[in-house]
C-alpha cells in the first residue's frame, strides 16, 4: 500500500487527485495540505511514504520544502506536479531532492504511474520533459544568468515576479525585510539589473514565479 500526502491549495485540483487516486486499490491518501506550514505538519507525522506537492503553494515555496523534507524525512519520496515545462524547474527541484517530476498536462493514468515509480525508488520525470532536461544536465550550454542563484536567491526573484514587496517576501519566507533587501541587491548584481522593474520583468520573462 502506497500512504499519499496531497499538497495543492485549489480545492477542485484536490478533489480531482483524490477522485484519480481513489481508482487505485494500492494508494491510500493519508493527508491533505494547502499551504507549507501543513505540508511540513503532515511529513513530521510517521505513516507516508510519497508526498504529491504543488510547486506553487502560499507559505514556504516548493525549493524550501524539498530541502527541509529531505533534511529530516529523507525516507518519504516527493513528487513534484507543475504547469511549468522549463528545465530550470525540474533541474532545482531534483536537486533539492525531489524524486519526481510531473507536469499537470498528463493522463491520471500517468500520475498513477509517477506515484508507483518514486515510491519504487525510481526517479521520474514526465517524458515530455526528459530530453530537455538531459541536455540541460550534460551541457551549459545557453545557460541563462538565472542558473547562477542559490535556490533562496531564486525563490526571491520568483516572488518579486509574483508581485510582491519586500514585507510581503519577508513573511511569506519568515524573514527580515532587510535580508530580503541582501537578497534582492545580491540577484540584481548577478543577473545585472537596476530595478524592481527590471527584476519583475526578467522574472516574467523567464517564467519563474512562486
Same mark, same amino acid.
Given at each position: 500500500m502506497i500512504r499519499l500526502i496531497i499538497a495543492d491549495d485549489?480545492?477542485?485540483?484536490?478533489? $480531482?487527485?483524490?477522485?484519480?487516486?481513489?481508482?487505485? @486499490? !494500492? %494508494?491510500?491518501?493519508?493527508?491533505?495540505?494547502?499551504?507549507? !506550514?501543513e505540508v511540513l505538519a503532515l511529513c513530521a507525522k510517521p505513516g507516508a511514504d510519497v508526498l504529491l506537492l504543488d510547486i506553487s503553494m502560499p507559505g514556504l515555496g516548493?525549493?524550501?520544502?524539498?530541502?527541509?523534507? =529531505?533534511a529530516k524525512h529523507p525516507m518519504l519520496r516527493t513528487l513534484v506536479l507543475s504547469i511549468h515545462t522549463e528545465s530550470h524547474y525540474v533541474i532545482r527541484a531534483i536537486k533539492a531532492g525531489a524524486a519526481g517530476y510531473l507536469t499537470k498536462n498528463h493522463s491520471p493514468e500517468e500520475l498513477a504511474?509517477?506515484?508507483?515509480?518514486?515510491?519504487?525508488?525510481?526517479s521520474?520525470? +514526465?517524458? +515530455?520533459?526528459?530530453?530537455?532536461?538531459?541536455?540541460?544536465?550534460?551541457?551549459? @550550454? $545557453?545557460?541563462?544568468?538565472?542558473?547562477?542563484? +542559490?535556490?533562496? =536567491?531564486?525563490?526571491?526573484?520568483?516572488l518579486i515576479g509574483s508581485g510582491k514587496d519586500t514585507s510581503g517576501i519577508a513573511e511569506a519566507l519568515s524573514l527580515s525585510p532587510k535580508t530580503i533587501g541582501t537578497y534582492r541587491a545580491r540577484i540584481q548584481m548577478k &543577473? $545585472?539589473? @537596476? +530595478?524592481?522593474?527590471?527584476?519583475?520583468?526578467?522574472? &516574467?520573462?523567464? @517564467? %519563474?514565479? =512562486?
Open positions: 485549489h480545492p477542485v485540483v484536490r478533489e $480531482g487527485l483524490k477522485r484519480i487516486i481513489a481508482n487505485y @486499490k !494500492d %494508494i491510500q491518501l493519508v493527508g491533505e495540505a494547502v499551504n507549507g !506550514d516548493f525549493l524550501e520544502i524539498l530541502h527541509r523534507i =529531505e504511474h509517477a506515484i508507483h515509480q518514486v515510491h519504487a525508488g525510481n521520474y520525470v +514526465s517524458p +515530455s520533459l526528459a530530453d530537455t532536461l538531459v541536455t540541460a544536465l550534460q551541457t551549459n @550550454k $545557453g545557460a541563462q544568468p538565472h542558473q547562477q542563484l +542559490s535556490d533562496r =536567491e531564486y525563490q526571491v526573484l520568483g &543577473l $545585472g539589473l @537596476k +530595478s524592481t522593474a527590471e527584476l519583475i520583468r526578467y522574472a &516574467l520573462d523567464n @517564467k %519563474i514565479t =512562486e
